[in-house]
């Protein structure tokens, strides 16, 4: 398959791109594994929230992940897995043998009763398994939705049921660092409530004992033990979903973002090999969780549907210690590295003793994404990790862009600090202003959009396709909106500042204030809460809470521990708020609005912009509240 290789090419494909996006499209789609062609590459409508692409086209897209490589690198590893504890044998899985556990594992959904078009969801630690589980799901035509193991009980119950999942697989608990999470205890809890689930495999990973409820649960090795490996893949329609992953808007629970079939497919393959220049034979580690977005594209579908060997870790970066990347990367000898900003700021602030030992010298490409990187942390990046010979490829995307929009080109594409740079060919932002209106030019500010679909843009919202077109294609009338700002410099490079809605990105992961909002509220004796996000060095943005209680609270810091665990049981540990001030009143304006400007100022430590806050129900308690922040 064809890759672009020079900057001028770079410059020619855009521009064919955009000339005509469908001949362009159809070019890069036609070298798959097709049941039957295409009839319309192209049908839109943004006014509606509709999007189809490569229409009438049939397909699997585990033929291409894998029966299409079987052939020429039957042999080659698949997946390089790296478990938590360095001290466990790594495991390689050649493309036939992953080709085997998925036809395997398809045969087991098949057996419990999984067919096209079911919801399963999968709840489960960094292991094979997980990307198996997932393979096999596409392969039946089943929709798989990955909830990331760090999440509650109840946002996986949540989960289940907003899109009625008719199997959960999960494990009996998985290692990260030294902790073990008790994933069938967490998912037993969440069962209490999902009246969809049938069956529930669970894959033997920790050990650990566990409860059983018998007709219901079934051992993933014993289901697997009884059938063969043969099974011919589902023929899909281009457009038939492939996937739900749910995340954090605005407002309310988080949404259901579906993909469809061909379109991410042809998508996640093309960014995946043009935007890290990947070459064949080449070793991947995006250090992801498949319960992201990131892990979907870019450690299982991206990275096998281009013959690569994609490096999954099970564990985290700081064990048995903060040179656990490094090790991994000079043990597997990897060429692409692909990570948060978030653990690149934590792993500097570890210290360099901890890179010194290792050689790195197998990188070529190293990349970011998830979250504004800071200059410092590229510069550091840069310098301590890619020796400064190894192109950074800062990528933006969203969980709703299914693949890399804007982003350097590794090696090709000049970078700059802090800049996602240029939009890949097929991708043509704008930046608007508040009006909708155009900001033409260079060297501008406003919010970002994109003004024509590209072919892993989201479907819809799962079984709610209005909130799909409320919350990215009613803001501005015949555009995308992506919540985020961004700025266009004198080169044309673009540089996303962040969110501009009431989404925080904390440590790459995607909150809602109104989600955290709603935990903090479950506590008794909280009445009232606002949450905003601040600057924080290591994880981008943190959890800043204003709280009001009801009464006098005797024992703050038994107060503030109790919410965590509110909203440790509710969300999950990552939306734990870092900072908590107790308050008496909340600035709100005389139409009780909650003006979250002045507190994310003062959050801040910027109270020499508060603004104009004579306008407030009440102007005093603003000058409280900058008195006690914490
Ligand atoms: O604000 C942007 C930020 O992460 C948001 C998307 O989050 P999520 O759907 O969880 O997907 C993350 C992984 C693709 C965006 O709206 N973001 C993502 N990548 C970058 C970024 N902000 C700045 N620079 C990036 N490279």
């Keep these: 398959m064809k890759r672009i290789t020079t ?3 770079y410059h020619t494909e855009y521009a064919k791109s955009v000339k005509n996006p469908e001949a362009f499209w159809a070019e890069q789609a036609a070298d798959f594994t097709w049941r039957k062609p295409w009839k319309e590459v192209l049908e839109w409508n943004f006014e509606k929230a509709e999007t189809k692409w490569f229409v009438g086209g049939k397909l699997n897209i585990t033929e291409n992940c894998l029966d299409r490589h079987l052939a020429n690198r039957g042999n080659q590893t698949a997946i390089l897995w790296e478990p938590n504890s360095p001290l466990e044998e790594a495991r390689k899985i050649s493309y036939s043998e992953l080709h085997t556990m998925v036809c395997r594992m398809t045969n087991v959904l098949a057996q419990n009763n999984i067919k096209k078009g079911d919801r399963v969801c999968i709840y489960m630690p960094m292991v094979p398994e997980l990307a198996v589980t997932v393979l096999a799901c596409a392969r039946i035509g089943a929709i798989h939705s990955v909830v990331f193991a760090g999440f509650s009980a109840k946002s996986l119950s949540d989960r289940i049921n907003d899109s009625e999942c008719k199997m959960l697989i999960t494990a009996d608990g998985g290692f990260r660092g030294n902790k ?3 994933l069938k205890d967490i998912a037993d809890e969440a069962l209490l409530s999902t009246p969809s689930i049938e069956t529930v495999l669970v894959h033997k990973r920790t050990e650990q004992n566990i409860n059983w409820t018998e007709g219901r649960d ?3 090795h014993s289901e697997l033990a009884k059938v063969d490996a043969n099974s011919v893949a589902t023929e899909m329609d281009a457009e038939d979903p492939l996937f739900i992953l749910y995340t954090s808007g605005s407002t309310g629970k988080p949404k259901g973002v579906v993909h469809s079939t061909a379109g991410y497919m042809v998508y996640a393959d093309y960014t995946f090999r043009n935007v890290f220049q990947y070459k064949e034979g080449e070793t991947f580690f ?8 990131t892990g979907h594209s870019y450690i299982v579908y991206g990275p096998l549907l281009a013959g690569a060997t994609s490096l999954m870790f099970e564990g985290i970066p700081t064990y048995p210690d903060a040179g656990r990347f490094w090790e991994i990367i000079d043990k597997h000898q990897v060429n692409i590295f692909y990570t948060a900003p978030t653990a690149i700021r934590s792993l500097e602030a570890a210290g360099l003793d901890f890179v010194k030992p290792y050689k790195l010298d197998s990188l070529r490409v190293l990349g970011s994404v998830g979250e504004p990187i800071n200059e410092e942390a590229w510069e550091w990046y840069n310098h301590n990790i890619g020796k400064g010979r190894c192109p950074i490829v800062d990528t933006w995307w969203q969980t709703e862009t299914g693949g890399i929009l804007i982003s350097p080109l590794a090696g090709i594409t000049k970078t700059k600090p802090s800049f996602a740079t240029l939009p890949l060919p097929g991708v043509q932002p704008i930046l608007v202003d508040s009006d909708g209106k155009e900001i033409v030019g ?4 406003g919010n970002l959009c994109i003004k024509y679909p590209w072919p892993s843009i989201i479907r819809t919202t799962y079984g709610d396709h209005e909130r799909c077109f409320t919350n990215y294609f009613a803001t501005y009338k015949g555009l995308y909106f992506t919540g985020d700002g961004c700025k266009r410099d004198e080169d044309g490079y673009y540089r996303i500042t962040g969110r501009v809605d009431d989404v925080l990105n ?3 992961h995607r909150l809602g204030t109104a989600e955290i909002e709603n935990a903090i509220d479950e506590h008794p004796l909280v009445i009232e809460t606002a949450v905003v996000g601040y600057p924080h060095d290591i994880k981008g943005q943190g959890v800043y809470a204003y709280i009001i209680c009801s009464g006098e609270i005797a024992d703050e810091d038994k107060l503030k521990k109790e919410i965590n665990e509110t909203v440790t049981k509710i969300i999950g540990p990552i939306a734990k708020p870092d900072k908590i001030q107790l308050v008496k009143g909340l600035p709100k ?15 801040e ?16 308690v603003v000058a409280d509240i900058v008195k006690g922040r914490v």
């Design 605 to 620: 430590n910027d109270m020499a912009n508060l603004g104009d806050t004579s306008t407030l129900l009440d102007p005093d």
């Design 286 to 293: 995006c250090t992801a969780d498949v319960g992201w977005i």
């Design 589 to 603: 304006t005389r139409s009780g609005k909650i003006m979250r400007r002045i507190l994310r100022k003062i959050a």
């Design 180 to 182: 073990t999470t008790p």
């Design 442 to 445: 260079n060297g501008v500010e």
């Design 218 to 220: 079934k051992w993933l």
């Design 7 to 9: 900057i001028e090419e």
């Design 506 to 508: 904390v440590s790459g």
